[in-house]
Structures are given as structure tokens and as C-alpha cells.
């Protein structure tokens, strides 16, 4: 199993405990961003041809340009993609939509004290990866999707 798939696995699982605490909560919040984010690279890692600079192209996706150009795609207005089946579009936009959607709901988990999550609200989060997880591999091979990935590395001029 992938790390991607065992991150989404832990942040299931934490949602299953009897009475999860705040911490597992948040946790499971967390690490289905967590999940989506390296599943995203691991993608765009697996296409690239030298195997032996694949950890150090891993290392180069920043989060907030991640975020920035998912916001980016998931615009119609930005990216209105006229050409292209409306379905895969649909779902890239939901993939993309979700990303930067769960990577906000992460910084609330880690850092922001004063919300309480409840188990419903966590769980929401949790299922949005998976349901996102779902999406990308209907999309996977799609030049709209490949080009998705690699604009994860290039950061959005303004």
C-alpha cells in the first residue's frame, strides 16, 4: 500500500475509535490533507523518467502554490476548459476544489484552538479525500489531469 493510501487509512480509522478525543479528531482532519497532498506528488513523481531524482522532485511542491493553483482550476472563469468532457472536468475541478478546501481545514485543525470539531464535521473533511481520492483515479491519465499536476510546481503569477 502506498503512503498516500496509508495516510488516508489513519485518518479514517481515528474517526472509528470509541469517543475520539479533539486530538484524534484534528488529526484525522489533518492527515486527510495530508493523504490528498501526497497522493498529488506521487503522481507527478511516478512520471517523471529518472528514477533516481524522483525523491528530490518530491520535495519541491510547496503547499501554498499547491493551493493557489488549485483555487486556480477549480475557477471556471480561470480555467474554463471548453473543450474537454465536461465529466473529467467535473471531477478535476472537484479534486482541485477539495485540495485547497482541505488544506484550509487543516491549518484550522493544527492551529486554531478555539474550534471544536465534532465528529460529523471531521468526518466530512475525511470523506472529501475520499471522495477526491475516488475522483482522481477516474482522471488519472487525462492530459487535463497530467497538466494539473505538473502546474502544482509552478508557482501562479498574480
Known amino acids: 500500500m502506498s503512503y498516500h493510501d496509508d495516510l488516508l487509512g489513519h485518518a479514517m480509522d481515528a474517526l472509528t475509535r470509541a469517543s475520539p478525543s479533539q486530538a484524534d479528531l484534528r488529526r484525522s482532519v489533518s492527515t486527510a490533507y495530508y493523504a490528498l497532498f501526497h497522493l ?3 503522481e507527478t513523481v511516478d512520471h517523471w523518467d529518472l528514477e533516481s531524482s524522483r525523491g528530490a522532485l518530491a520535495r519541491m ?24 468532457d465536461p465529466v473529467i472536468v467535473q471531477r478535476l475541478r472537484y479534486v482541485a476544489e477539495s ?17 471544536i470539531w465534532s465528529l460529523s464535521d471531521a468526518r466530512a473533511e475525511v470523506d472529501t479525500a475520499v471522495d477526491a481520492f475516488k475522483a482522481w483515479q477516474s482522471i488519472r491519465h487525462e492530459k487535463i489531469a497530467e497538466d494539473y499536476l505538473v502546474s502544482l510546481l509552478i508557482k501562479p503569477r498574480d
Not at 510547496?62 to 473543450?83: C, I, T
Not at 488544506?103 to 493544527?110: E, F, G, K, V
Open 99 to 115: 485540495f485547497a478546501q482541505l488544506q484550509y481545514s487543516r491549518q484550522i485543525a493544527d492551529y486554531d484552538n478555539s474550534i
Open 61 to 84: 511542491f510547496e503547499h501554498s502554490v499547491m493551493r493557489k493553483v488549485s483555487k486556480r482550476v477549480a475557477d471556471p472563469k480561470q480555467f474554463p476548459f471548453a473543450s474537454n
Open 40 to 42: 498529488l506528488i506521487s
